[in-house]
């Protein structure tokens, strides 16, 4: 049977109006921004606080990154008042688990809660702000395990495969460091996160979410009340300016005997602030971002070359990236590469047509509507957009740019974001075996692996 396959997708429906949240804002005297979204119809509040956390400088990265991955989880151990069972019976009896997370960017303290619960939980975290003890035996062994777990992690191909793509692009930017490095964080020690902590866990600059059945007037008061003595010099500091090494070839992090390879390309995409984000977002979807592409299409359905290839715009704070994956069989490394490119340089050459931008201009927007439409999904979406610098209410005039794009800024962006050469290609495999084929589309540089820690040298 000859002739193309039929669509068996059915066509995505009319997006719903997205609605927009309605956000009271205010600066607390010690620096705090709090931003309270009300949402009533579901008796629980979404509670997210974003503390600027980035290196310093260049030259301590990989030190901040480990202390800042052991104090996430090591800020829940203990205070001056309560042990870490104390602490979790109080968030408990309120309906609240208290979640700490780290990365280049921002600490991150989570939790869910009941309204009634609003006053106590926010007692709790300023006992975690402001008396956190880091007892140094449980320290410890929190270390410890963390070490052991990115240890295992390193190890693993795609995070050797993101690892190396972020070197590559970012040099000694902190952005280059995806995970720290296990023998730095077994070198952490309590008395370097207690000084951490008090020098880098500050209000001025910091945004408190409350998103949920809330009186935004009596939350701002009870938080007002609870956080009043979480004080301290300096403002939180923000990661610093990245520049884009953009090196030529492709480089192979050699693993001898794999039996797939892990495509990785990355380049620069404009940032949540920049006028051509929509055109860009709408670009990257059509080439990659979800099962009806143009990557999937040609790499998994026609080719049967890779089961899960996608692409995506991913932000952080001072920049923004545009991503392409794809895991495949060895022995079609060079091919499932060169039909990458060939999308690629396809997208940013040609026009889409006007029923690819449709569709994928509906799924985006049906996308931000889902992603939204939970208390939990607001909030850290609110969370995100103003520690990048932007109002709550981007979201409505993001989702009027988005369906205003034509066919034309389209193509436009895909030429500026998405053309081959605008982008950095690593690839994690057998370099004994692919470095030849790969070498027929672009120069190749190969590196090695040490053993056991996924890092490339």
Do not use: C
């Amino acid at each position: 049977m000859t002739g193309s396959r039929p669509n068996l997708i059915p066509p995505l429906g009319e997006p719903r109006p997205q609605p927009v949240p309605v956000a009271e804002e205010t600066t607390l005297p010690n620096g705090l921004r709090l931003v309270v979204v009300p949402r009533p119809g579901v008796p629980l509040v979404e509670l997210r606080l974003r503390v600027p956390f980035a290196a310093a400088n260049a030259r301590n990265a990989g030190v901040h990154a480990a202390r800042g991955a052991v104090l996430s989880g090591a800020v829940l151990l203990g205070t001056q008042q309560h042990d870490q069972t104390g602490i979790a019976q109080l968030l408990q009896s309120h309906g609240a688990e208290m979640s700490v997370a780290t990365d280049a960017d921002r600490l991150l303290f989570a939790t869910t809660l009941l309204p009634t619960g609003l006053g106590p939980v926010l007692g709790v975290l300023a006992e975690l702000l402001t008396a956190a003890s880091y007892p140094a035996g449980q320290v410890d062994g929190e270390r410890d395990r963390l070490a052991e777990r990115i240890a295992i992690a390193r190890s693993q191909p795609g995070t050797i495969a993101r690892s190396a793509l972020a070197t590559r692009r970012f040099g000694s930017h902190p952005y280059a460091i995806g995970l720290p490095d296990a023998e730095l964080v077994s070198a952490v020690r309590a008395p370097a996160l207690r000084r951490l902590h008090r020098e880098r866990v500050l209000p001025a600059g910091s945004i408190l979410v409350l998103v949920g059945d809330l009186d935004p007037r009596a939350a701002t008061d009870t938080v007002a009340a609870a956080l009043e003595g979480w004080t301290g010099s300096g403002k939180a500091v923000e990661a610093p300016p990245v520049t884009e090494l953009r090196p030529a070839g492709i480089e192979i992090v050699d693993r001898p005997g794999a039996v797939q390879s892990n495509l990785r390309l990355g380049g620069p995409a404009p940032r949540r602030t920049d006028a051509d984000l929509p055109a860009a977002r709408l670009a990257a979807m059509i080439y990659g971002g979800y099962f009806s592409s143009r990557l999937v299409e040609n790499i998994r359905e026609h080719k049967g070359y890779s089961y899960s290839p996608r692409s995506a715009i991913d932000h952080q704070r001072a920049t923004s990236s545009f991503l392409v994956e794809a895991d495949v069989a060895t022995e079609v490394t060079g091919a499932a590469l060169l039909e990458t490119v060939y999308e690629l340089g396809r997208i940013a050459l040609t026009p889409v047509s006007e029923a690819e931008l449709d569709a994928a201009r509906r799924y985006v927007l049906g996308s931000m509507a889902l992603s939204t439409a939970t208390h939990a999904g607001l909030a850290s979406t609110v969370s995100a957009l103003l520690g990048a610098g932007l109002p709550a209410d981007w979201l409505r005039t993001h989702q009027q740019d988005l369906a205003a794009v034509t066919v034309d800024q389209v193509r436009e962006a895909a030429a500026r974001y998405l053309a081959p050469e605008k982008l950095t290609t690593v690839v994690v495999g057998d370099a004994g075996r692919v470095a030849d084929e790969l070498g027929t589309l672009a120069p190749v540089t190969v590196t090695v692996t040490v053993t056991g820690s996924g890092e490339p040298v």
